[in-house]
């Protein structure tokens, strides 16, 4: 129920482990436990400021593909992440909006999923790096929040629940390819506020499918997009919504094809377009694909800047409700890419 300090070895095993705080001193080792390791915020550990540190890593942490749980229920710091690489995460904090505040020790690594049951996740500094090997999930709760300042995060997926709120960083946030559910690689049913950041999807590897489903409620705003498949052309990335209007400041497809999935949604870019890579050469890029899916149907386009076509960039023009006003566009660069306009009928 209180504090463990460790200067020698602890070893977890499988056991069931809970304390009030964990201190891994200089020399120490904690061999976690494959299962579940519980700090429940009852220690006695402060920083400078007076503010409670639940878990403190200064030897050695060796997590074991274990769990460590967080149900502290009052404002508190995990220090000195970075110095070893977590495995599962999930915080669990008391009633309230409770602070859970990462380390100020560089870029951390979690090799595994982190779940937001309930609690604020962020960076303990403004420009805290943060990287999620697995899936990173914001329950269904009111409490449930991810506050991403300005540091660069990467996650293999990102979930938010109904009632929770994603505030991305202003810096970047990488969608690196998810290791649970197939396809989805980007979920939200509450909120998601880009800060002005870029979502930046990269992931090629989603499962066992060719496509990632990009899955949200009504007129979800992303900011600045950037999709890269690795310079695997044939890699779907599918916006799905049911009809309603995705806004983009600007967006990159630099390789990868983009589709709407249902067919009747609108892509409003209120900045630039570019498609393909830029400069010579590049990988297969793709907006709206030619199979008539996308383009022969009520997909609507709006482009309130320039439209760049790169080498190996695919422009389909979207075909709209009446075939008319499908696509609106500023304007339109093509430098060594193919235009495809739709024959109306």
């Given at each position: 129920t209180g504090d463990i300090d460790i200067t020698g070895t602890l070893t977890g095993n499988a056991s069931a482990i809970s304390m009030g705080s964990l201190k891994i001193?200089?020399?120490?080792?904690?061999?976690?436990?494959?299962?579940?390791?519980?700090?429940?915020?009852?220690?006695t550990i402060y920083d400078a400021g007076a503010n409670p540190?639940?878990?403190?890593?200064?030897?050695?942490?060796?997590?074991?593909?274990?769990?460590?749980?967080?149900?502290?229920?009052?404002?508190?710091?995990?220090?000195?992440?970075?110095?070893?690489?977590?495995?599962?995460?999930?915080?669990?904090?008391?009633?309230?909006?409770?602070?859970?505040?990462?380390?100020?020790?560089?870029a951390i690594t979690f090799g595994g999923d982190v779940t937001i049951n309930s609690g604020n996740f962020r960076g303990d500094s403004s420009s805290q790096d943060i990287t999620v090997t697995g899936d990173f999930t914001l329950a269904a709760s009111s409490d449930a929040t991810h506050a991403g300042l300005a540091g660069n995060h990467s996650f293999g997926s990102v979930t938010i629940g109904a009632n929770a709120t994603?505030?991305?960083?202003?810096g970047t946030t990488t969608l690196a390819g998810q290791t649970g559910t197939n396809n989805l690689c980007f979920t939200n049913s509450g909120t998601f506020t880009h800060n002005g950041g870029t979502?930046?999807?990269?992931?090629?590897?989603?499962?066992?499918?060719?496509y990632a489903h990009i899955w949200v409620g009504s007129n979800q705003d992303f900011g600045n997009v950037t999709l890269d498949?690795?310079?695997?052309?044939?890699?779907?990335?599918?916006?799905?919504?049911?009809?309603?209007?995705?806004?983009?400041?600007?967006?990159?497809?630099?390789?990868?094809?983009?589709?709407?999935?249902?067919?009747?949604?609108?892509?409003?870019?209120?900045?630039?377009?570019?498609?393909?890579?830029?400069?010579?050469?590049?990988?297969?890029?793709?907006?709206?694909?030619?199979?008539?899916?996308?383009?022969?149907?009520?997909?609507?386009?709006?482009?309130?800047?320039i439209a760049t076509i790169y080498a190996d960039g695919q422009f389909h023009v979207a075909y709209g409700t009446d075939g008319t006003d499908g696509c609106k566009i500023g304007g339109i660069r093509n430098v060594g890419g193919t235009v495809n306009a739709v024959e109306q009928e």
């Open positions: 001193l200089s020399g120490g080792t904690y061999s976690a436990t494959s299962g579940t390791t519980t700090i429940v915020g009852a220690g540190i639940i878990f403190k890593n200064s030897g050695t942490l060796v997590p074991n593909g274990g769990t460590f749980l967080d149900t502290g229920a009052k404002n508190h710091k995990w220090q000195n992440l970075g110095s070893g690489d977590f495995h599962h995460f999930t915080v669990t904090t008391g009633s309230g909006r409770d602070v859970y505040l990462m380390d100020t020790s560089g994603f505030s991305a960083t202003s979502l930046n999807i990269t992931g090629n590897t989603w499962g066992t499918s060719q498949a690795g310079g695997a052309g044939s890699k779907y990335y599918q916006f799905r919504a049911g009809s309603t209007t995705f806004y983009f400041n600007d967006l990159y497809i630099k390789s990868g094809i983009l589709r709407d999935y249902n067919n009747n949604n609108t892509f409003h870019i209120r900045g630039n377009l570019d498609v393909g890579t830029r400069g010579a050469g590049g990988a297969q890029a793709v907006l709206f694909d030619s199979d008539g899916r996308d383009n022969d149907y009520t997909t609507k386009l709006i482009l309130e800047g």
